[in-house]
């Protein structure tokens, strides 16, 4: 029972902490707090599946379009709503969440109100990891948030982009002295930041039934976990992730279903109240 | 034409019209619309108390309407007590939680305020579908009796039709602008001005800032709570549907769109974005109107950040000057 559960909640905590991770570089480096990535969660879990089933293209292929379709409507988003609002000082997050009601009501009119899901043809055998049972799916989507996550601290530690967004992230002001182009850096940022969220949407599209409203939630985890772990901070985030996904299945196994999305709300509760920086934020509030 | 000048003029012609409106236009339609718009605008007044006058956006305010208006609708049918009363015990109840989650949370800055805001109105929305045993689930309290006032043996009135009710609300309405107009012109609303001007400079020349702003907050989710116990016994059954975050979007919406920091502007919000959103609900799919809504936002925010009334008291500055 105890094994299955963590189980359960380090997959989860994986697919929370692929959102997390593009929440906290948007925010940490934009400062914009963009709820609209819920929608784009939505539309390439949508995509993956329209365009597997459908058109009858590789998994593979279709979780890569819906990646590129997804961040290049954040980078959209970007440029039409994000920058103007902040050149004008009117709060982004506002515009952020006009931009998820606008998506998802498109969505809504063009996909219509109905729950979909579609079961995969690979990938399916179960798997016996000490007490738990796990398919082989999950192991891999377990795997790749492992190999992502990695390869996106690499990028940061080390690239030239990847540095540019950590300067802009703590001290914009001073990047911009040092040459940094904000307009550039942000792109960018949306651009890997939405990808990582249309990896995550479109890889959990054969796991779970979803409908338009089907980011919302994840989203708001999402916000969760990086201000509990400190907006910007990689180790920060995936801790947090997985004290609210392993919490989250440890209550939903124990004690009631009902309350499960609670754990989010006390977490993020007590981390504002105690440390509003997060566990490993260096950023004051 | 110093008539049209006069503020009082103005005013009293507004209080006409809004008195005579609902017995020249006699579609019953009509008149329902007209008490959801009343309903909204005590909601959005009663926001605007922290967006227009501390400068916070608050996107919970659906939540303290459901908090008011579940514990009106216990209080009247399980505990008999009399409506005016049971609407008090909603406002209490509210303004406590908005007592219990501003005094925190009014300490962060920025985003965070927003952000707990709204996770507080998905986490009441989640009480209301999960407290079974006392808000009956995602079913619903159905059967919450028609309003009653009852004075002795003076007075009685059963508030069953929808006229009666646009009259309840609309007293209600009177006495929410006036209490907003004294708090605007306190001492107090002087210093939630300067809060939102500047608050570190508020907090140089000796302004409790932080009291100020809990204040204000529970003052508004009291009046909030009050729109929720209205709408209770307006609508006769109220789920959690009714009070999650997309209506509290759509107050925010709405001030912004109206105007905030205004009288007339929540006024003019509320009653322009209800009618479209009902509307729409009639002639098209309702997912039009959210994508206006969306689109409304954004350009509101961006554009014309001081909203309807900004614009018209622009417009009016500059005939003055030139």
């Not at chain 2, 209600?172 to 107090?188: A, D, G, L, P």
């Amino acid at each position: 029972m105890f094994e299955q559960i963590l189980l359960n909640g380090i997959f989860s905590s994986c697919t929370y902490c692929l959102v997390a991770l593009g929440l906290t570089l948007i925010m940490g480096v934009m400062d914009i707090a963009d709820f609209a990535q819920g929608a784009l969660y939505m539309l390439s879990a949508f995509l993956a599946f329209l365009a597997a089933k459908f058109l009858g293209i590789n998994f593979l292929f279709s979780i890569c379009i819906a990646i590129i379709v997804a961040s290049f409507v954040g980078i959209i988003n970007n440029i039409v709503v994000y920058q103007p609002a902040m050149k004008r000082g009117a709060s982004s997050l506002i515009a952020a969440l006009g931009v998820l009601l606008i998506i998802q009501n498109l969505a809504l009119l063009v996909f219509g109100p109905a729950y979909q899901s579609f079961p995969l043809s690979f990938a399916q055998e179960k798997v016996k990891i000490f007490n738990g049972i796990i398919t082989v799916y999950k192991g891999i989507i377990i795997l790749t948030t492992c190999v992502v996550v990695f390869a996106i601290w690499i990028f940061l530690k080390k690239s030239k982009i990847g540095k540019a967004i950590r300067a802009v992230s703590q001290n914009p002001e001073g990047a911009t002295v040092v040459g940094i182009g904000r307009g550039r850096v942000s792109n960018f940022t949306f651009g890997i930041g939405t990808a990582l969220v249309g990896l995550t949407g479109a890889l959990v599209s054969p796991i779970y039934a979803f409908d338009v409203f089907f980011g919302s939630e994840i989203v708001v985890k999402g916000f969760a976990i990086s201000i509990t772990g400190g907006l910007g901070s990689i180790l920060g985030t995936i801790v947090s992730a997985l004290i609210i996904g392993i919490g989250e299945n440890l209550i939903a196994g124990y004690f009631s279903t009902e309350y499960s999305n609670l754990i989010t709300f006390v977490v993020l509760l007590l981390a504002l109240f105690f440390r509003p920086q997060g566990i490993f934020g260096r950023k004051e509030i | 034409m110093i008539l049209f000048r006069n503020k009082i003029f103005w005013v009293s012609l507004a209080i006409a019209l809004s008195i005579i409106l609902p017995l020249i236009i006699k579609k019953p339609y009509i008149h329902h619309m007209l008490v959801l718009i009343g309903i909204n605008i005590i909601v959005v007044l009663s926001l605007d108390m922290i967006l227009g006058h501390v400068g916070l956006v608050s996107l919970g305010h659906a939540g303290f309407m459901g908090i008011g208006g579940y514990t009106c609708a216990l209080l009247v049918m399980n505990w008999k007590f009399p409506f005016l009363l049971g609407l008090f015990g909603g406002m209490l109840t509210s303004s406590a939680f908005g007592l219990l989650i501003g005094y925190p949370s009014l300490r962060l800055k920025g985003h965070y305020f927003v952000i707990i805001t709204f996770i507080m109105g998905i986490v009441l929305t989640l009480f209301f579908t999960n407290l079974v045993s006392i808000t009956n689930g995602p079913m619903g309290l159905p059967n919450i009796p028609s309003a009653k006032i009852k004075v002795g043996d003076i007075l009685f009135i059963n508030f069953n039709t929808k006229i009666k009710y646009y009259y309840l609300i609309l007293t209600f309405i009177f006495i929410v602008i006036y209490i907003k107009h004294r708090f605007y012109y306190s001492r107090m609303g002087r210093g939630l001005l300067a809060i939102r001007e500047d608050e570190d400079l508020g907090k140089s020349i000796g302004i409790n800032t932080h009291l100020l702003k809990v204040i204000a907050f529970v003052i508004s989710t009291a009046f909030t709570g009050m729109a929720g116990g209205l709408f209770a016994h307006y609508v006769k059954s109220i789920a959690p549907d009714s009070f999650t975050f997309i209506p509290s979007f759509y107050f925010f919406v709405m001030n912004l769109v109206g105007g905030s920091g205004t009288i007339l502007g929540p006024i003019i919000g509320s009653s322009l974005l209800t009618t479209t959103d009902e509307l729409s609900q009639l002639y098209f799919q309702p997912a039009w109107a959210r994508i206006l809504f969306g689109v409304f936002l954004i350009v509101f925010i961006i554009y014309v950040p001081m909203g309807i009334m900004g614009l018209v008291k622009k417009l009016f500055s500059k005939e003055k000057y030139e």
